[in-house]
């Protein structure tokens, strides 16, 4: 049997879940360019077939992050704790053990696959016997497995940055079944958990602690990888290694701590990272640095009022920074750089085109596809942190403060600061949005009490 199908013009076919060919051959031809996109990308080759084998006593097996089975995983990273659910059919023997064996897909250079050995945890924490077996408990089996750091170096012998784990179950004449049934239900395993899930304090936001715990966190999930932190939460990473004797002396030309850091209690440990030392450099940051001088250089300097706006504004900068990198929501409600221009505004991300209504329309998926990973990516989390601070500062509330605060906070980063167009793509906006109008009442108003009146508690 053969279809043919013959158009004329651009044709578009939008189909909500998926399209399945069933083929030997499969041809494709187009004028000048194909496309072919996915989340996950496009895969050319040969896909393995699953074997569907008729078993006696395996019903079906899935991983899982409850110990319950309902929440069903197939993706994990190394320190989590994660639960192996087996179902079993006609196994009326109420000390039944079924044999059970971990492997990695494909592991090694031979091509075959590779058993991981299980140890049980002792009571002092310490290693015991192998784990070969599990009882069955109403035809069903939880296997509780902790994704440890001697998996991180089985991934690192292995040559790669994950594996795909699956059991082989033996119980009578069901020799070595493969559970899942199907190899899309393995589990892959990071080196490195690139999701955000903890919150800041509860979200208590406004502390400086804020980009230290940011950092901590990535460092945490991260620590057997390759992957350096944001610059912008505790500066960037120098490689120990590489240092001279001078370097020593000179902190590698760039200082680690600014002044204002020296006069609190900071901690800066070092780190290793695949078999090399690294250390951060908290004065290249940008949020903590500049939360830091904010917070105890021109806090006291300011106005009453003006001490009220940095409060909220610092704990905005925070709520929003995790909008981004937990939530993946954060929108920017102050993005306009241009007008009438679709280019350099932040929200332009989340942007698709809509040929029916020939209008760019906020597209979810794009959001969250954004924000997925954006950690691992310095270039555009910096585009976003940066996106977050005119909606921040709130040029409407910014708008009720007297021009000598406003100098001064213009005043407190660093001269390089201004040489970035990331900074004057904050002033541009916040410029198209204040209202001088009240400035200038909010300036001569403390003018007034000041000088006046004798009053310097501008409220």
């Not at 076919?13 to 187009?30: H, L, M, P, Q, S």
């Not at 954006?374 to 270039?379: A, Q, R, S």
């Not at 005043?411 to 198209?432: C, F, H, N, V, Y």
Request: charged share 25%.
């Amino acid at each position: 049997m053969s279809i043919i199908r013959v158009t004329e013009g651009e044709n578009i076919t939008n189909i909500e879940k998926g399209w399945t060919v069933f083929t030997d051959t499969f041809d494709a031809y187009a004028g000048q360019f194909s496309h072919f996109t996915a989340t996950n990308g496009t895969v050319f080759g040969n896909p393995k077939s699953d074997k569907s084998e008729e078993t006696h006593y395996f019903k079906e097996g899935w991983w899982s992050s409850d110990s319950q089975g309902n929440s069903r995983i197939t993706e994990a990273a190394i320190g989590q704790v994660v639960y192996f659910q087996v179902k079993t059919k006609n196994i009326t023997d109420p000390n039944a053990d079924v044999g059970m064996q971990l492997y990695d897909e494909d592991g090694g250079l031979g091509g075959e696959d590779d058993p991981i050995g299980v140890r049980e945890v002792t009571q002092d924490d310490s290693l015991g016997a192998l784990v070969t077996e599990k009882r069955v408990t109403n035809n069903a089996i939880v296997y509780n497995l902790t994704l440890s750091d001697g998996l991180a170096s089985f991934i690192e012998d292995d040559f790669g940055d994950e594996i795909e784990l699956y059991f082989e179950c033996s119980y009578k004449e069901d020799i070595n079944v493969k559970l899942p049934l199907s190899s899309e239900l393995y589990l892959k395993v990071e080196i490195c958990d690139k999701n955000v899930v903890q919150s800041f304090n509860n979200k208590q936001y406004g502390s400086c602690d804020f980009y230290c715990f940011r950092y901590d966190d990535f460092m945490r999930r991260h620590k057997h990888c390759g992957h350096m932190p944001p610059v912008y939460y505790f500066g960037e990473m120098r490689e120990l290694s590489s240092w001279s004797v001078i370097d020593n002396i000179t902190e590698w030309w760039t200082p680690s701590l600014t002044n204002e850091m020296k006069q609190i209690s900071i901690s800066v440990e070092e780190v290793e990272k695949q078999g090399n030392k690294y250390k951060p450099v908290p004065s290249t940051s940008y949020g903590f640095k500049y939360c830091t001088r904010f917070s105890r250089v021109l806090m006291p300097t300011l106005t009453q009022r003006g001490q009220i706006w940095l409060t909220e504004a610092r704990f905005k900068l925070q709520k929003y920074m995790e909008q981004g990198v937990i939530d993946k929501t954060y929108i920017a409600n102050y993005d306009v750089i241009i007008l009438d221009s679709l280019e350099n505004n932040f929200n332009d991300n989340f942007k698709k085109f809509n040929w029916s209504s020939m209008i760019y329309e906020f597209d979810q998926e794009m959001q969250t596809k954004y924000y997925t990973n954006i950690e691992i990516d310095n270039d555009k989390f910096q585009d976003f942190a940066f996106a977050t601070h005119p909606d921040a500062y709130d040029p409407v509330k910014m708008s009720y403060l007297s021009a000598d605060d406003l100098l001064k906070v213009m005043s407190t980063p660093d001269m390089k600061e201004w040489l970035g167009s990331a900074t004057w793509a904050q002033a541009l906006i916040m410029a198209r949005n204040l209202n001088y109008r009240e400035i200038t009442e909010a300036t001569l108003n403390r003018f007034f009490k000041k000088y006046i009146l004798g009053d310097d508690g501008f409220k």
